[in-house]
T-cell receptor, first 114, second 115 residues
Framework: AQSVTQPDIHITVSEGASLELRCNYS??????LFWYVQSPGQGLQLLLK??????LVQGIKGFEAEFKRSQSSFNLRKPSVHWSDAAEYFC????????????FGSGTRLSIRP | AAGVIQSPRHLIKEKRETATLKCYPI?????VYWYQQGPGQDPQFLIS???????DKGSIPDRFSAQQFSDYHSELNMSSLELGDSALYFC??????????????FGPGTRLTVL
């Protein structure tokens, strides 16, 4: 069965520091992978997605992620975080017929230290 | 740009009552999805529709039903509400390209509180 694991429940980094959020997936075929961000009480915003092609994906707000098939990973990175990046981050995989549903990881809460 | 519209944004119901949530997809999107996010939980897929037909089914209780109408909007009907149904319900929409669902755009959600 398809699944997504985000091993870090909560991460705190200093403003201006680099960030890496981990994500591992389990999926039989070539996965469709996503990173979403959710601020408290808000909806889900797509940061970036991987469908095929270049394994290093650029997203919005300065985020990027690298698909590594050998490690079944899709880690999210940002070279320098801003206080406004504090939020919940969800890694997800598209599954089902025609990738018609998204399976989310449990999320990583990012806090920014001033 | 137009986004996914969900109504109502907030809803308070009593146990055993019925609720109907509505979702209006982005224009020209042919697929809608429903997700349930409990407090402190990740979103869980409930059900999806493509061209008014059910496409995929997830962990949707039998007390819930949904449909997609000819104008592509969708409604999630929830009966015999339970306290555990209190959650944020997201709708998302996308269009299919070459038989594959494209990126899903999420609405702001409906927060349902069952008392």
């Amino acid at each position: 069965a398809q699944s997504v694991t985000q091993p870090d429940i909560h991460i705190t980094v200093s403003e201006g520091a680099s960030l890496e959020l981990r994500c591992n997936y389990s999926y039989g075929a070539t996965p469709y992978l996503f990173w979403y961000v959710q601020s408290p009480g808000q909806g889900l915003q797509l940061l970036l997605k991987y469908f095929s092609g270049d394994t290093l994906v650029q997203g919005i707000k300065g985020f990027e992620a690298e698909f590594k098939r050998s490690q079944s990973s899709f880690n999210l990175r940002k070279p320098s975080v801003h206080w406004s990046d504090a939020a919940e981050y969800f890694c997800a995989v598209g599954a089902g017929s025609s990738a018609s549903k998204i399976i989310f990881g449990s999320g990583t809460r990012l806090s920014i230290r001033p | 740009a137009a986004g996914v519209i969900q109504s109502p944004r907030h809803l308070i119901k009593e146990k055993r009552e019925t609720a109907t949530l509505k979702c209006y997809p982005i224009p020209r999107h042919d697929t809608v999805y429903w997700y349930q996010q409990g407090p402190g939980q990740d979103p869980q897929f409930l059900i999806s529709f493509y061209e008014k037909m059910q496409s995929d089914k997830g962990s949707i209780p039998d007390r819930f039903s949904a449909q997609q109408f000819s104008d592509y909007h969708s409604e999630l009907n929830m009966s015999s509400l339970e306290l555990g149904d209190s959650a944020l319900y997201f709708c998302a929409s996308s269009f299919r390209l070459a038989g594959v669902s494209n990126e899903q755009f999420f609405g702001p959600g409906t927060r349902l509180t069952v008392l």
